[in-house]
């Protein structure tokens, strides 16, 4: 009985193992509390490195151009950085939509941020391709003649480079597309809603980079055509050609540029072919001109036929054809807006 009793006294009190455990969890919960507020003040300082490097890209002028590929490998550092940060709330982000009003944006929240990460690093992987020759043109040590020839050599040289930056930022702007900007708070709603208004516009810009170098006229004198479509007269490939516009490059270098109604275009003095059977059956047209070669939804073959017809009637040869609609033209000018008129208005 006696050796009991000695054995409960030697024996720690309930009491005194919940203090100690207690003690414990405060520690463990100050060290965390410490940790958070650590990486908080480090998302804070990379968040801040990372406006302060985009204030600059924006502040570079054409004498600072040899900046801009060590402001963009900053900023994909940044970005890496806050990536890093954040990975427990991005890795929890997706399953909190639930959330009241701010829900969706967090649950969003990752995807905005691969998709920033993505295009960052395919303009990263762009500019690497064309600093050397944009950077000698804008200096002026090069004649534009040959400023453009090793413009045309570096981009045709790193074809693989450009079609993966090209691809990397489709998918990025497919991911773009699927957010639904009216689920997010207002102050991201209306900025990402105007870039999904952009989207087609940005995706066929990095879709035609590794195309630029086989468009390319190297020597002699190239048309290219661009065709302004009224989607209110609706053909094969969005609308009734109703303007031409033709660049005019000579040895690979723009020369005039101009804007002529599709019916001044044909040369009346040359033979024209007949017109697809289907054309001139239910649109009774007994010759085929140009303004009519978009017949076909395949844009290719539309492309190709107007090319033909405009070579048959002005004897110079198309080097590319671009195609564009009045919904195409309106998210054009909205990119480019406030332009200043002749007049002095402004839009």
Known sequence: ??????????????????RRVLRALAVIGALIILYGLFRGWQTYRHVAQLRTHLYSLKALGPDDLSSVGTTLVQLEQDVAFIK????????????????????????AGPTLLSIGESLLHATTAIWEVVREPICVAASGDAVPAEALASLQASMKSHQ???????????????????????????RLAGPLAQVQELSPLLTAAFDALPLLPKAAAPSGKHAYLLLAQNNDELRATGGFISSIGVLSVVDGMPETFSLTDSYKVENWKKPHPDPPEELRTYMGLDLWVTRDGNWWPDFPTSARAVADLYELNRDVPVGGVVAVDMTAATRLLEALTPLELSDGKRL
């Open 160 to 186: 693989a480079e450009l079609s993966a930056a090209a691809a990397q930022a489709h998918t990025a702007m497919d991911q773009l597309d699927s957010i639904d900007a009216d689920q997010l708070v207002p």
């Open 84 to 107: 890093r940060d954040l990975a427990l709330p991005l890795a929890a982000a997706p399953h909190l939509g639930w959330l009241p009003t701010i829900g969706p944006t967090v649950r």
């Open 1 to 18: 009985m006696g050796a009991v009793v000695s054995s409960m006294k030697n024996s720690p009190s309930q009491p005194s193992r919940r």
